[in-house]
């Protein structure tokens, strides 16, 4: 597989996203999240989606000239309008909103409404946790997973991210979605020809599978049973109810071409420790925990192997399937 350096696999997503009609400010906020994501390991959220948000660029899926816009903001609640375009300026713009407002208010609130797919959650935490501050994000997206007793794909995988800054060190940096497994995981079976696990998926018609591909026209099982369909219905309606956003079952899948505007909502959650018991006594808390934590030797702290992969990728590059590499330079013209 060829390999590139993170910045040249940037810009060579920022040039495939202006071609197929990003705006600069859209395309560079998009690949660097994307190039991000690459860089710990998360390829189905890297640069392996830029031919999916091109072709909802050039279909009309994403508006690739919309301007986030904050619409209705009151004391730490905010809400900022993707205008349907790629979600990423939005969810930044959200960010540093949730961020200026917890230092004045102690705790914030952002949502945004008519957005789209907006990749690794906790990405858009990076500069919450730069901040001093504690940061949840949520997201929803296109219908894959049923409610508790269901069979239909309604929720989202509705993903969740927390941060939570040290004194020194890494912040602790949290990130899952709600389905058992990652869907890409149900993809990569399909394209290998092997049979899935019983608990992972639902067909189309509700029963349990092992065939991966009638799992992907069916439903992904959220993890933990009824507890996990709870949860996505939490993050379902903390961004769709609360913003107007669009609920997963009225959204299009994001592996389809053709299809509506997703709509989807995503909301951000940010706190100023000096606003509660103050900074010191924050920081001292979380170190005693993670001082208790790794007295065990195969406690492992949320966010180190990714950070670990980010600092290899960027001096030994990162590695790109050839049809994938081909593809972006196709785009990028």
């Given at each position: 597989?060829?390999?590139?350096?993170?910045?040249?696999?940037?810009?060579?997503?920022?040039?495939?996203?202006?071609?197929?009609?990003?705006?600069?400010?859209?395309?560079?906020?998009?690949?660097?999240?994307?190039?991000?994501?690459?860089?710990?390991?998360?390829?189905?959220h890297g640069v392996s989606r830029v031919p999916q948000y091109a072709t909802h660029l050039a279909n009309g899926r994403?508006?690739?000239?919309?301007?986030?816009?904050?619409?209705?903001?009151?004391?730490?609640?905010?809400?900022?309008?993707?205008?349907?375009?790629?979600?990423?300026?939005?969810?930044?713009l959200a960010v540093t909103e949730a961020i200026g407002r917890a230092r004045e208010y102690g705790v914030a609130f952002t949502g945004v409404t008519n957005s789209h797919h907006f990749g690794v959650a906790a990405y858009h935490l990076g500069?919450?946790?730069?901040?001093?501050?504690?940061?949840?994000?949520?997201?929803?997206?296109?219908?894959?997973?049923?409610?508790?007793?269901?069979?239909r794909p309604i929720f989202g995988t509705n993903p969740i991210a927390a941060v939570f800054p040290r004194r020194e060190g890494l912040p602790l940096t949290i990130d899952l979605s709600l389905s058992e497994v990652a869907r890409g995981?149900?993809?990569?079976?399909?394209?290998?020809?092997?049979?899935?696990?019983?608990?992972?998926?639902?067909?189309r018609t509700g029963a349990p599978t092992t065939d991966p591909n009638a799992a992907l026209e069916g439903s992904m099982l959220p993890m933990g049973g009824a507890k996990g369909a709870?949860?996505?219905?939490?993050?379902?309606?903390?961004?769709?109810?609360?913003?107007?956003?669009?609920?997963?079952?009225?959204?299009?899948?994001?592996?389809?071409d053709e299809g509506n505007r997703p709509r989807i909502g995503q909301a951000f959650l940010v706190v100023d420790p000096d606003a509660l018991?103050?900074?010191?006594?924050?920081?001292?808390?979380?170190?005693?925990?993670?001082?208790?934590?790794t007295k065990e030797p195969g406690v492992r702290l949320p966010g180190a192997r990714r950070d670990a992969l980010s600092r290899r990728a960027r001096t030994e590059g990162i590695e790109v399937p050839q049809a994938l590499a081909d593809k972006l330079r196709s785009l990028a013209g």
């Open positions: 597989m060829p390999k590139f350096a993170p910045e040249a696999l940037n810009d060579l997503a920022t040039r495939a996203l202006r071609r197929a009609g990003a705006s600069e400010a859209m395309a560079t906020a998009t690949a660097q999240a994307l190039v991000d994501a690459d860089c710990q390991g998360l390829a189905s994403a508006d690739g000239q919309a301007v986030a816009r904050i619409v209705k903001a009151r004391g730490g609640a905010v809400l900022v309008d993707a205008g349907c375009g790629l979600a990423f300026p939005a969810c930044a500069p919450v946790a730069q901040a001093g501050m504690v940061g949840l994000a949520f997201g929803n997206s296109p219908a894959a997973m049923p409610a508790a007793g269901g069979g995981k149900v993809m990569v079976a399909a394209k290998e020809g092997r049979a899935i696990p019983t608990g992972w998926a639902l067909d709870m949860l996505a219905l939490i993050v379902e309606l903390l961004v769709t109810a609360l913003t107007g956003a669009a609920m997963g079952f009225e959204a299009s899948s994001f592996f389809v018991a103050g900074r010191d006594v924050y920081l001292d808390r979380i170190e005693t925990l993670i001082a208790e934590m």
